[in-house]
């Protein structure tokens, strides 16, 4: 997992040298503000940008959720969001696979989990087996849009 400002991509930008990262995150660079709703295609067969808008909540009301076969580069384009972290593996078995758009679903989870708090212009990346649960409402519930760039890491190589 990675979180950081968009806006310092010279401190960890090097950690990244794939193409389709560079191209990911060229795409976020120059449109993410003015992206419209929707599925956006980047050229290979899964890999697509999904900008997206929804009103954060309470934490017992989000669910864990995990991408075995992608990384989710996950952008904040405006709002705030809590999305807590942990080990996929501490979540026990899915009680959902959505084959569309690789997401396990899982139970509620009372175990230790990393909180973080994501503003605008905030980046974070997930890779398989870090699971998250967004949507997490940081103080009042708000409307927040951010963008998800799915990346298959089948073709990372």
């Not at 212009?121 to 009042?140: C, M, Q, S, T, W």
């Amino acid at each position: 997992m990675l979180l950081a400002p968009l806006r310092r991509q010279a401190a960890w930008q090097p950690l990244f040298r794939s193409p389709l990262f560079e191209r990911s995150l060229a795409w976020i660079s120059e449109r993410a503000s003015e992206a419209r709703e929707g599925i956006h295609e980047l050229g290979e067969l899964g890999w697509f940008v999904n900008v997206h808008g929804y009103t954060t909540q309470a934490r017992e009301l989000c669910t864990w959720e995990n991408h075995p076969a992608t990384i989710d580069l996950q952008y904040l384009i405006e709002g705030v969001e809590g999305i807590d972290l942990t080990d996929r593996a501490t979540l026990g078995q899915p009680t959902l696979y959505k084959v569309d758009s690789d997401t396990e679903k899982f139970a509620p989870h009372e175990g230790p989990v990393t909180s973080l708090v994501l503003v605008l212009g905030d980046l974070v990346i997930f890779v398989p087996g870090e699971a998250h649960r967004p949507k997490i409402a940081v103080g009042a519930p708000c409307l927040l849009r951010k963008l998800v760039v799915k990346l298959p890491v089948a073709l990372l190589g």
